[in-house]
């Protein structure tokens, strides 16, 4: 199984980006799918993006299609958030976790398919 570890996060301006780095050890990082959620206090962790083991399909709810991109270089073994336009409603932990996955091409959105989390970066974007 893999270990993550995310970096990345910081103080951003509203209407800045960040972008998000997953770094995984261990020889098996391109059988995983990926995903990252997000999480603030009070509140269910939610999911942000995924893209599938080979990289060619990703998937998004509404709240950051268009504004965020999730990618992988498998030969780093690291998946990559890029979040643009970010919005003060985007203040939150992200997390990113992976799944170890037959398919070569499917996303997962539901966090209790993932097998493996990294432990967050922050991100705080301010008005």
């Known amino acids: 199984q893999v270990q993550l570890v995310e970096s990345g996060g910081g103080l951003v301006q509203a209407g800045g980006s960040l972008r998000l780095s997953c770094a995984a050890s261990?020889?098996?990082?391109?059988?995983?799918?990926m995903g990252w959620f997000r999480q603030t206090p009070g509140k269910e962790r939610e999911f942000v993006a995924a893209?599938?083991?080979?990289?060619?399909?990703?998937y998004y709810p509404d709240s950051v299609k268009d504004r965020f991109t999730i990618s992988r270089d498998n030969a780093k073994n690291t998946v990559y958030l890029q979040m643009n336009s970010l919005k003060p409603e985007d203040t939150a932990l992200y997390y990113c976790?992976?799944?170890?996955?037959?398919?070569?091409?499917?996303?997962?959105?539901?966090?209790?398919?993932?097998?493996?989390w990294g432990q967050g970066t922050q991100v705080t974007v301010s008005s």
């Open positions: 261990g020889r098996s990082f391109s059988s995983y799918a």
């Open positions: 976790a992976g799944k170890n996955a037959g398919s070569y091409y499917t996303t997962y959105a539901y966090q209790g398919l993932y097998d493996t």
């Open positions: 893209i599938s083991r080979g990289g060619g399909n990703t």
